[in-house]
């Protein structure tokens, strides 16, 4: 009963989260979260006191199997994940660690993924 009553806070939190906040930190996104959520608060719209983007639309099945793709075990990691996974356009990684690299090309081995690099000679053949 108490999720539904949160439904659309959490909805309206989760669809800013994919949408604008796949780039920042994970401090700066909890600042942005917790300034969202007094917002949503003002406004008189409730949403959970533990908000969390894995809890709302993470499916424990499916985080389980992106973890043995490779994805890190780590809350940021998984959120980027549902990020990933939920956005429209095609993200930009920013990965010195080569984790994103590993996760995807683990998580798209079985569908022709296609590893191209700006130096190939067979770039525009590979596009």
Partial sequence: SENYSNL????????GIVAYL?????EFRLQ??????????DQ?????NNFSLVSVLGSPAEIQTWQLYGLPKDNFSTENAIILNLARRWPLCID?????VKFIRGKERHSQ????????GNLMRLL
């Fill in 96 to 100: 010195p660690q080569a984790q994103a």
């Fill in 44 to 48: 008189r719209l409730s949403c959970s």
């Fill in 8 to 15: 659309i806070g959490d909805l309206l939190l989760c669809s």
């Fill in 113 to 120: 993924l296609a590893v191209a690099r700006l130096t190939d």
């Fill in 22 to 26: 796949g780039p920042l930190t994970a």
């Fill in 32 to 41: 942005v979260i917790s300034d969202w959520t007094a917002a949503l608060l």
